[in-house]
């Protein structure tokens, strides 16, 4: 099995181990391709109605980006941003499409 294989299976699971939808809303997030802090995560699943700690959105992002690896890190002082790594978009949007 190929990297993009086992990553999509993982995402796959990832997303589909959610029945509030917060995982995928994240994602979709990240899928437009802007560099996103967990501040700024947190604040568009409040406008979604979602109700998550930033620990929560903490926990989702470092997951994405050190463990699954899709996320490039960016710290400007003590701020973090993340944005989604220019080889994963189209696996992503495969994944968003799908479910």
């Known amino acids: 099995m190929s990297g993009n294989e086992e990553l999509l299976q993982r995402l796959m699971r990832y997303v589909g181990n959610d029945p509030r939808g917060i995982r995928r809303a994240v994602l979709e997030s990240f899928a437009c391709g802007e ?4 501040e700024h995560i ?11 700690s930033k620990q929560s959105v903490n926990s989702m992002v470092g997951l994405l980006a050190s463990r699954m690896g ?4 960016s710290t400007n ?5 993340y944005a989604l790594k220019a080889e994963y978009m189209e696996l992503l949007r495969g994944v968003l499409e799908q479910l």
Not at 35 to 38: I, R
Not at 42 to 52: F, S
């Open 42 to 52: 947190l604040t568009q699943l409040g406008e979604r109605g979602m109700c998550v």
């Open 70 to 73: 899709l996320l490039r890190v």
């Open 77 to 81: 002082g003590k701020r973090r941003s």
């Open 35 to 38: 560099e996103l802090t967990t």
